[in-house]
């Protein structure tokens, strides 16, 4: 069983910042990836970032390439998500969630992922 728990949203201006962060517990050594992915009404949950636990690989969807960066610290099972340049569009319901070792294929792929937090949300406005 492994807990996930999401803080750090809230609301920012186009152009700003916000830093998500997301408190892992449990069986935590069953986790190979650790993501994020985001929701925003009417659309589908779609990945965002992702990262390996067992180095220091990073996965990042086209949309926030360059603009929001995971990251991680295993020493306090925590992960991160920075934000950068944030837009309207990135307005959402944004979801911490682990995939177990043996996930196989592209790591923003929501079916891989087991355990999922409650969810924080971001509103950018204009």
């Known amino acids: 069983q492994v807990h996930v728990v999401e803080s750090g949203g809230g609301s920012a201006q186009t152009g700003g910042s916000l830093r998500l962060s997301c408190a892992v517990s449990?069986?935590?050594?069953?986790?190979?990836?650790m993501g994020w992915f985001r929701q925003a009404p009417g659309k589908a949950r779609e990945g965002v970032a992702a990262?390996?636990?067992?180095?220091?690989?990073?996965y990042h969807a086209d949309s926030v390439k360059g603009r929001f960066t995971i990251s991680r610290d295993n020493a306090k099972n925590m992960v991160y998500l920075q934000m950068n340049s944030l837009k309207p569009e990135d307005t959402a319901m944004y979801y911490c969630?682990?995939?177990?070792?043996?996930?196989?294929?592209?790591?923003?792929?929501?079916?891989?992922?087991?355990?999922w937090g409650q969810g924080t949300q971001v509103t950018v406005s204009s």
């Open positions: 969630a682990t995939a177990p070792w043996g996930a196989l294929g592209w790591p923003l792929t929501r079916n891989k992922y087991n355990y």
């Open positions: 449990g069986v935590t050594y069953s986790i190979l990836y």
């Open positions: 990262i390996r636990t067992d180095s220091s690989s990073t």
